[in-house]
């Protein structure tokens, strides 16, 4: 895979997740965040087993481990999400999640790999339109909501810069089918603490089920099989540059499709601003001109001497 088909791909997952939003907003209230992740990553990880059945006699131990430690980071991050999501605007909300691209760049730091200068000013860009696009006061006080959700950006970024290492350790496809099983394990034992009667407690109707396995097909079997392999090929800092164009993505979805949002969203000009900025700043970090300038000035520089 090359590294602009690595980039289509990881923009194919980020669509998948933004448009996600619209099954999740048909799923009945009294479904809990447990409830969800268990019976969407249940479905996803039979249709895994169906597709890749003969794959699977290859597991290993270390495969099995490595899967359990994403699928931990994974319900770790749900589990502090969730409460700091019921403390803060949704808006703020969105904003720090976003965050996880400046996370990133600083664990590679401590891994001794350094970002390059179209990161650094794409990172910035990005941020800026972040904060056009989610509607952010800087100057809001502090709550406890907000340091749950920086905990769990912070553990999203750990979670990618680990799946980078293991994607290049093991079979990025056993790892996406051990994950999706242990995150519906662990998912289930979190919704029995929450609710003992679990599946039983669930109002069951057709429309429900069809955007369950909706879900469960495209932003969980597809979309993390496909990040699996998309992180063997990809750095750490790509992917979360392409992903921090949700926010874009999902905008132009609510525009589109506003009776499945429940409001009519306007597309007003901070908002159309902050999306091209996203957009500005994604691009400028998936290139490299000015490290290219910064060669093409040492090259001359040395030729002079």
């Given at each position: 895979m090359t590294h602009a088909e690595s980039n289509i791909v990881l923009f194919s997952i980020t669509l998948c997740?933004?448009?996600?939003?619209?099954?999740?907003?048909?799923?009945?209230?009294t479904l809990s965040t447990f409830a969800y992740l268990t019976i969407t990553a249940?479905?996803?990880?039979v249709i895994l087993v169906i597709i890749f059945f003969r794959k699977l006699r290859e597991f290993g131990r270390n495969t099995l481990i490595k899967s359990a430690v994403m699928a931990t980071l994974v319900c770790g991050?749900?589990?502090?999400?969730r409460a700091g999501i019921s403390k803060i605007p949704a808006s703020m909300a969105s904003f720090i999640t976003s965050l996880t691209v400046v996370f990133v760049p600083i664990i590679l730091l401590f891994l001794k790999k350094k970002p390059t200068k179209n990161n650094y000013l794409g990172i910035m860009l990005i941020l800026t339109g972040?904060?056009?696009t989610s509607r952010v006061n800087i100057g809001e006080g502090m709550n406890p909501g907000i340091l749950y959700m920086v905990i769990g950006c912070i553990l999203m970024a750990v979670y990618i810069v680990i799946t980078d290492i293991f994607t290049k350790q093991a079979d990025p496809l056993l790892l996406g089918v051990g994950q999706m099983f242990f995150t519906a394990i662990f998912s289930f034992i979190l919704w029995f603490i929450e609710e003992p009667s679990t599946f039983f407690s669930v109002q069951y109707s057709n429309e429900m089920l069809a955007n369950i396995f909706l879900l469960a097909f495209f932003s969980k079997a597809y979309a993390y099989i496909m990040l699996m392999y998309s992180q063997k090929y990809a750095n750490p800092i790509s992917v979360t540059v392409i992903a921090s164009t949700e926010p874009v993505v999902t905008m132009v979805l609510a525009v589109l499709i506003p009776n499945t949002f429940g409001q009519t969203e306007a597309?007003?000009?901070?908002?159309?601003?902050?999306?091209?900025?996203?957009v500005m700043g994604a691009i400028c970090a998936g290139t490299?001109?000015?490290?290219?300038?910064?060669?093409?000035?040492?090259?001359?520089?040395?030729i002079s001497a």
């Open positions: 997740w933004a448009s996600s939003y619209i099954f999740i907003k048909n799923l009945p209230d249940g479905i996803a990880s991050m749900l589990l502090i999400e972040l904060t056009l597309l007003t000009f901070i908002k159309i601003v902050g999306a091209a900025v996203i490299n001109f000015l490290d290219k300038k910064e060669a093409a000035s040492y090259a001359r520089d040395t």
